[in-house]
């Protein structure tokens, strides 16, 4: 596979060096430089599982897992496979603390640096571009795990210290990575959660200022609020730059049902799946500047005719990004099973290891993005129908009444003691042996999802044909 230089925004398009249309078509990375509890298993946020596994294993343990994972979670092998499949890019998500600690910030560690590197220098042997990714920022962008809070509250919006800080890494970047072509570009905020939408544009823009008094040719993507879903905060867009929506359909959750199918009191077809689309991608289209759906794409529950419509969920959306021209990145590539394209068998030493916590896990619900409360219900009807007694009109931000209970009890309040369980597993593990659990993640030991891998190979060149065929 050909890379094609450096590119930039033009108009609605995203173009190479030779003035050619590029539809960007890959996926992210996640769990690796920012981990996500489904992802890898462990409950609560990634901060508080950290602590607690390097206590429980020691330092020279805890060193010898993280080594091996962070290089076997991907490797050769892997953007090897992603370019096999016709894709082009490969969205990697970090979180800040690989490149500072909150008691030294602003010196950043020349670690975090390699491990970009790294990754860039892999995809680019492949032909794959790489588009740098802040998932996880100091005092969090959003209200939930996956920006690595252990909390329900995102400071970042009220704190001028977190802003400048994340202003700070983002120069550093942006001073290794400016003459590099083999990055298409900087997603500068993951999955922004700014209540009162008053700090995002204005952030944005400071930004976008400082980035490019040192590279003016990457482009910037940037996400709407609301978990990169309403750019209505947002102002005119600025140059060389990307707009960003994630479209998680309803069916495509843990919960999810039939698809066409109604799904949380909702019904939910094509038309619907559509719609939402279009909504979120408004901003884009009147403004004519390019759209890439940053995340998007269903769970999968192992049950055969449920899964199905998810795969149909999955074609059906890729069917309309391909219409409407918009680039795209799957979430996620590799996982223990839950949504990867790629899956760590139950037979691995690592998956063995974790089995009772998983268990627990699920019985309790406290999985956010897998987990569902069937066998709590006896804990979670009284507190759901005394909120709707008492408070019947609270509707905190960002996705109301019902999601914040479960985040309290399910994913926090049941979810912390938990890591407790997960880290007990790990008692007594020697560090030959925590390098064995993490290289239970290398490409070779995996297998493919075979369903999501024949969809992404089919789309992977639709897009670009099609948008240059004129459709809009």
């Given at each position: 596979m050909k890379q094609r230089g450096w590119l930039q925004v033009r108009g609605r398009d995203i173009v190479d060096e030779d003035g050619q249309i590029v539809v960007l078509r890959g996926v992210g990375l996640g769990g690796w430089m920012m981990m996500e509890n489904f992802i890898t298993g462990y409950p609560s946020s990634e901060m508080v599982m950290r602590a607690a596994l390097r206590k429980a294993l020691g330092e020279e343990a805890y060193e010898s897992f993280f080594d091996t994972f962070l290089h076997d979670?991907?490797?050769?092998?892997?953007?090897?496979?992603?370019?096999?499949?016709?894709?082009?890019?490969?969205?990697l998500p970090f979180n800040y603390r690989h490149f500072e600690d909150d008691l030294n910030p602003?010196?950043?560690?020349?670690?975090?640096?390699?491990?970009?590197?790294?990754?860039?220098?892999l995809c680019a042997q492949h032909g794959l571009y790489t588009i740098l990714d802040l998932h996880g920022l100091p005092g969090w962008q959003n209200q939930h795990w996956h920006s690595d809070n252990p909390t329900h509250w995102s400071s970042f919006w009220n704190h001028i210290e977190f802003q400048d800080r994340v202003v700070g890494l983002w120069e550093a970047l942006a001073e290794r990575y400016r003459d590099n072509p083999l990055v298409a570009g900087y997603n500068l905020i993951n999955e922004p959660g700014d209540v009162a939408g008053k700090t995002i544009d204005p952030f944005y823009r400071r930004l976008e200022k400082a980035i490019r008094s040192i590279d003016?040719?990457?482009?910037?993507?940037?996400?709407?609020n609301r978990y990169a879903t309403d750019f209505d905060q947002l102002g005119d867009p600025l140059p060389n730059t990307v707009y960003a929506a994630?479209?998680?359909?309803?069916?495509?959750?843990?919960?999810?049902?039939?698809?066409?199918?109604?799904?949380?009191?909702?019904?939910?077809?094509?038309?619907?799946?559509?719609?939402?689309?279009?909504?979120?991608?408004?901003?884009m289209r009147t403004r004519e500047v390019p759209i890439w759906?940053?995340?998007?794409?269903?769970v999968y529950t192992g049950d055969a005719q449920n899964d199905a419509w998810r795969y149909q969920l999955l074609e059906d959306q890729l069917d309309l990004y391909a219409l409407h021209g918009a680039s795209w990145a799957l979430w996620t590539y590799k996982d223990i099973g839950l949504q990867g394209l790629v899956t760590v068998p139950e037979t691995t030493s690592y998956m063995k290891l974790i089995e009772p916590a998983l268990k627990k896990k699920a019985r309790l619900g406290a999985d956010a993005w897998g987990g569902t409360d069937t066998h709590i219900r006896q804990i979670m009807a009284p507190v759901e129908e005394l909120?709707?007694?008492?408070?019947?009109?609270?509707?905190?931000?960002?996705?109301?009444?019902?999601?914040?209970?479960?985040?309290?009890?399910?994913?926090?309040l049941l979810a912390e003691p938990l890591v407790d369980d997960f880290?007990?597993?790990f008692a007594a593990v020697s560090p030959e042996r925590a390098a064995d659990l993490g290289s239970s993640f290398r490409f070779d030991k995996c297998q493919v999802r075979a369903p999501?891998?024949?969809?992404?190979?089919?789309?992977?060149?639709?897009?670009?044909?099609?948008?240059?065929?004129?459709?809009?």
């Open positions: 979670f991907f490797d050769d092998a892997d953007a090897a496979y992603l370019a096999s499949l016709g894709l082009n890019h490969v969205r602003g010196r950043f560690k020349p670690e975090g640096f390699a491990l970009l590197d790294r990754a860039i220098n003016g040719r990457h482009i910037l993507f940037l996400e709407g994630h479209d998680y359909a309803l069916p495509g959750f843990i919960d999810g049902g039939g698809y066409p199918g109604v799904t949380r009191g909702q019904y939910v077809d094509r038309r619907r799946v559509e719609e939402v689309f279009l909504n979120r991608t408004a901003y759906i940053g995340e998007f794409g269903p909120f709707q007694k008492e408070f019947p009109n609270f509707q905190p931000y960002p996705w109301g009444q019902q999601r914040w209970i479960n985040q309290l009890v399910r994913h926090m880290v007990a597993q999501l891998a024949d969809a992404l190979k089919r789309w992977s060149g639709q897009a670009t044909n099609q948008r240059q065929g004129g459709i809009a």
